[in-house]
């Protein structure tokens, strides 16, 4: 009897988080990979206003790559994203570095710098077009202070726009990399470090040889979430510039739902999105495989 009470408890201990989860994983089964599949169909289609099922080939992937905002959505993601991505990367390790020499208000600083990534794209781009807007923010400040030569029109200005999407994406995502860096570096066995400081090592070299070059998994991970970032950035550019002026900071997310929901090209937007997607497993199932590979070695 209590072999058959030992067996049923551990079968329903088994049995009982599959149950719990089967839900959850149905939902995202069918709102997740379903409507990706959904939407792999439609862009092989010739939906327009409403969605087809017909094939009518690559027509729609040709059509795409010949659409002039598509190459300007291409060309202000690669500003936007080596940009977000190195300034990102690279004040987000001087953070780490500073805050990880125990200075006593690191409790203070730490969430100060994280307190951005708590807030959504949509009030951060809100924000930052208050303050950047020539006619409310920094410039009129300047102005009112007696800097009547001050100029700041980034947010009005098509060949700068871009580069405040920029500003605020950074201002945002900075604060989340330096914790990053800071657990790498937390990690960094304490005893290497002694060990290479009694040799003579300075500061700079303890960083340069020994410190930075064991900080590449935090590297890479801080790469591949700041590219899936910058590839799917669609509501910080409708918030802060809507796109505008003209096309200067359109980036493929905003072309993908311009295509989609305003202009009726639902086949041509479909493309667009499964782009977008393939971009980002480039980037994130070589990443999967080689932690997963890691962790069995």
Not at 104 to 123: K, Q
């Amino acid at each position: 009897m209590s072999n058959n009470s030992t067996f049923s408890r551990t079968w329903w201990q088994n049995i009982l988080p599959k149950i719990v989860l089967a839900p959850s994983f149905a939902i995202s089964l069918l709102f997740v990979y379903g409507f990706i599949i959904y939407s792999g169909i439609i862009s092989f289609s010739s939906s327009r206003m409403l969605p087809k099922t017909d094939f009518i080939g690559i027509s729609n992937y040709t059509k795409l790559w010949k659409t002039l905002n598509w190459q300007v959505a291409l060309d202000n993601l690669a500003i936007f994203g080596i940009l977000y991505i190195v300034i990102c990367g690279t004040l987000g390790l001087f953070i780490a570095i500073l805050l990880d020499q125990k200075i006593r208000i690191e409790g203070f600083l730490r969430p100060l710098f994280l307190y951005p990534m708590a807030l959504s794209f949509i009030v951060t781009g809100t924000a930052w077009k208050w303050f950047l807007n020539p006619g409310l923010g920094l410039e009129k400040l300047a102005h009112d202070w007696g800097f009547e030569n001050f100029k700041f029109d980034w947010l009005i200005n098509s060949d700068m726009a871009i580069y405040t999407i920029v500003i605020a994406a950074v201002w945002q995502s900075s604060g989340f990399v330096m914790a990053m860096f800071l657990a790498g570096l937390r990690g960094i066995d304490s005893e290497q470090l002694k060990a290479a400081q009694l040799d003579g090592a300075s500061s700079f070299q303890l960083y340069r040889r020994i410190i930075i070059p064991q900080l590449g998994p935090v590297f890479l991970s801080a790469f591949v979430v700041l590219s899936h970032l910058a590839i799917k950035s669609y509501d910080l550019v409708i918030a802060l510039t809507g796109g505008g002026p003209g096309r200067s900071t359109q980036l493929p997310a905003t072309f993908m739902y311009d295509y989609t929901f305003t202009r009726n090209q639902m086949g041509v937007g479909a493309a667009s999105a499964m782009i977008m997607l393939l971009t980002i497993a480039a980037i994130m199932i070589p990443y999967l495989y080689a932690e997963t590979r890691e962790k069995k070695q």
